[in-house]
T-cell receptor, first 111, second 115 residues
Framework: GEDVEQSLFLSVREGDSSVINCTYT??????LYWYKQEPGAGLQLLTY?????DMKQDQRLTVLLNKKDKHLSLRIADTQTGDSAIYFC???????????FGAGTRLAVHP | NAGVTQTPKFQVLKTGQSMTLQCAQD?????MSWYRQDPGMGLRLIHY???????DQGEVPNGYNVSRSTTEDFPLRLLSAAPSQTSVYFC??????????????FGPGTRLTVL
């Protein structure tokens, strides 16, 4: 079946890099997404990567995809307090008519 | 564009009551979906629709009904609320023209408590 797993919590110091990891099981996934949820708000799309790519960079964000290991990571450079949020990994799966979400990683940024 | 809107923002129900959570989008998206978010479990798909008149079940459909009479609206009905339905509910929409779910846009959520 389809499953997406993430660690639940990450704590980093302001200015350091954050790396949030995700594993997925559906090898037919074509797109993988990272969403950000700030307290009391809905999910906001941060970035996505197509399955034929290994890496995608977008300003402070770097997404790495290892298709062989079905492992996805999101790196945030120079992490700021405004980056404190829950980050969700999601894969397009199940015949491509739905997204499967991980449980979310809560990123806490401290001074 | 207002994007995806949801009402109400908060709701408290007693066990056995019914209610409808409203969701609307003004982006002409074919695909709309409802998720519930529970602590430590991420988002789980309740129901989805790929166009007006077409709906289907997601992972956790029991206790919920949906209909899609227009492209813009996708209400979620709780027929007889139970404490297990206490959750935050998100509506999302996306294009579906190629037959694939495109990038999903989320509403702000409805926080529901069932006593």
């Amino acid at each position: 079946g389809e499953d997406v797993e993430q660690s639940l919590f990450l704590s980093v110091r302001e200015g350091d890099s954050s790396v949030i990891n995700c594993t997925y099981t559906d090898s037919s996934s074509t797109y993988l997404y990272w969403y950000k949820q700030e307290p009391g708000a809905g999910l906001q799309l941060l970035t996505y990567i197509f399955s034929n790519m290994d890496m995608k960079q977008d300003q402070r964000l770097t997404v790495l995809l290892n298709k062989k290991d079905k492992h996805l990571s999101l790196r945030i450079a120079d992490t700021q307090t405004g980056d404190s949020a829950i980050y969700f990994c999601a894969e397009r799966a199940g015949g491509y008519n739905k997204l499967i979400f991980g449980a979310g990683t809560r990123l806490a940024v401290h001074p | 564009n207002a994007g995806v809107t949801q009402t109400p923002k908060f709701q408290v129900l007693k066990t056995g009551q019914s209610m409808t959570l409203q969701c609307a989008q003004d982006m002409n998206h074919e695909y709309m979906s409802w998720y519930r978010q529970d602590p430590g479990m991420g988002l789980r798909l309740i129901h989805y629709s790929v166009g007006a008149g077409i709906t289907d079940q997601g992972e956790v459909p029991n206790g919920y009904n949906v209909s899609r009479s227009t492209t813009e609206d996708f209400p979620l009905r709780l027929l007889s609320a139970a404490p297990s339905q206490t959750s935050v509910y998100f509506c999302a929409s996306s294009f579906f023209r190629t037959g694939f779910v495109d990038t999903q846009y989320f509403g702000p959520g409805t926080r529901l408590t069932v006593l």
